[in-house]
């Protein structure tokens, strides 16, 4: 196994479920077209809040890449 080079990109999944269904709806759309994507990190977690209740999620990710030879 060789060594890889890696791209990251910045996104922001939105969900009115949780921040785990934003970062999985980021991720679906993302893999829409972008390759080779191996791994996340949240960056950022934030909601809206409405009558006192989380109405909506937003998680930022960093997204990786490998870059094909």
Same mark, same amino acid.
């Given at each position: ?8 990109? +910045?996104? !922001?999944? /939105?969900?009115?479920?949780?921040? &785990?269904?934003? =970062? ?16 996340? +990190?949240? !960056?950022? /977690?934030?909601?809206?809040?409405? &009558?006192?209740? =989380? ?15």
């Amino acid at each position: 196994m060789g060594s890889h080079i890696y791209k990251k990109v +910045e996104l !922001v999944g /939105t969900s009115s479920e949780s921040s &785990d269904k934003a =970062v999985e709806n980021a991720l679906e759309h993302a893999a829409k077209s972008i390759r080779n994507m191996d791994w996340f +990190e949240v !960056v950022e /977690t934030r909601g809206h809040v409405v &009558d006192g209740k =989380v109405a909506h999620w937003q998680v930022v990710i960093k997204v990786g890449f490998r870059l094909e030879d």
